[in-house]
């Protein structure tokens, strides 16, 4: 196996040959508002207690309105749901486009949003937060769950993927 030295692009290039998920991470930006991001960097932490955490980069919209909130959902792509998460990748989300791609949401009663026909959804709340390097880590406590049918949307080496049965 060839070495390479070690930059910002080559390790982007490495970490991009581990297929992950898809996620939406929701926040509400203010009263029956939301913002999301699509990130891969999640990850369950604990069982007991039922622990997550998301990695934001320091200049993510999303970042402000976590540290603010404190509480924040989790939603697990589904196959087919590409332009869900071509949409919230974006850092300006428009309101013409979301509702053109159909996005509803479900807030749970202690006022996370949550996006609806998503695989999996969970709700959390903010128990530690950690800056390192240029993103912070939220560690989330699960307040609930839920899980629906069907195949996950992957990412795998800068393209989406799906399972082959």
């Known amino acids: 196996m060839a070495t390479s030295s070690l930059s910002p692009e080559v390790f982007r290039r490495v970490m991009g040959s581990f297929a992950t998920g898809v996620t939406v991470i929701t926040v509400e930006r203010a009263p029956g508002l939301v913002h999301g991001m699509t990130a891969n960097s999640f990850t369950s932490v604990s069982l007991d207690p039922v622990l997550v955490l998301v990695c934001v980069d ?9 540290k603010a909130q404190r509480r ?26 979301e509702a053109h791609l159909g996005v509803r949401f479900q807030w749970t009663a202690s006022g996370i949003p949550l996006l609806g026909d998503s695989l999996a959804n969970l709700a959390c709340r903010v128990v530690a937060e950690h800056q390192t390097g240029d993103h912070t880590i939220f560690i989330g406590e699960v307040e609930s769950l839920d899980l629906a049918e069907g195949q996950p949307l992957l990412y795998y080496r800068g393209q989406y993927r799906s399972l082959q049965d």
């Open 72 to 97: 924040f959902g989790v939603n697990v792509l589904r196959a087919g749901q590409r332009d869900i998460s071509d949409f919230f990748a974006k850092p300006q989300q428009e309101p013409a486009m």
């Open 58 to 66: 320091q200049n993510a919209r999303l970042l402000g309105y976590l």
